[in-house]
């Protein structure tokens, strides 16, 4: 079955410092990848997706994420993080054959806190 | 404001009974997805339906079912509830059905079972 793995469950940062977060995921095919974010008290949003082409992903406020095929990850990065950065970090895959939906496997999050 | 929709916010009901959670989607979007999320389980994909059909179904309990409407909300049955039940339930709607259609989440129903 497919899985997603997160290995940082807590992360604690200062500000300027920079962020990585590891993803791991589990499926021999083409896959679709995403990184939600969810703030404290608020909805998931969408961070940054990758379909195909270049590896190296941009996302909304900052964030990056290089997808490696080879090593079955998909890394979330920030160089300077911020204290509104102060959230849950959720890495998902969408491993659906045939395309017909878009059900996410997700991972277990990360808690990111960041401190002023 | 995602533009997704869920009723109740907070659901407190005891075991053995049944509540219904409410999702209305984005305005145009035809498929919404269910997910619940608990602390040992993480986020765990429940079930999709795009424009009135089933789609996709995850691990979702025979206790646990789902439809969505001619007007395009959906509703999620939860019956003989269990303490275990606990969780947050999110409903995310998409404009179509395949992977290169972001999902908006809504901010999710707590139900607490006591």
């Known amino acids: 079955a497919q899985s997603v793995s997160q290995h940082n469950h807590h992360v604690i940062l200062s500000e300027a410092a920079s962020l990585e977060l590891g993803c791991n995921y589990s499926?021999?095919?083409?896959?679709?990848l995403f990184w939600y974010v969810q703030y404290p008290g608020q909805h998931l949003q969408l961070l940054l997706k990758?379909?195909?082409?270049?590896?190296l992903v941009k996302g909304i406020k900052g964030f990056e994420a290089e997808f490696i095929k080879s090593k079955f990850s998909f890394n979330l990065r920030k160089p300077s993080v911020q204290w509104s950065d102060t959230a849950e970090y959720f890495c998902?895959?969408?491993?659906?054959?045939?395309?017909?939906?878009?059900?996410?496997?997700f991972g277990t999050g990360t808690l990111l806190a960041v401190q002023p | 404001d995602s533009g997704v929709t869920q009723t109740p916010k907070h659901l407190i009901t005891a075991t053995g009974q049944r509540v219904t959670l409410r999702c209305s989607p984005r305005s145009g979007d035809l498929s919404v997805y269910w997910y619940q999320q608990s602390l040992d389980q993480g986020l765990q994909f429940l079930i999709h339906y795009y424009n009135g059909e089933e789609r996709a179904k995850g691990n979702i309990l025979e206790r646990f079912s789902a439809q969505q409407f001619p007007d395009l909300h959906s509703e999620l049955n939860l019956s003989s509830l269990e303490l275990g039940d606990s969780a947050l339930y999110f409903c995310a709607s998409s404009s179509r059905q395949g992977a290169d259609s972001p999902l908006h989440f809504g901010n999710g129903t707590r139900l607490t079972v006591t």
């Open positions: 998902a895959v969408n491993a659906s054959y045939g395309g017909a939906t878009n059900k996410l496997i």
């Open positions: 499926y021999g095919g083409t896959v679709n």
């Open positions: 990758y379909f195909s082409g270049d590896p």
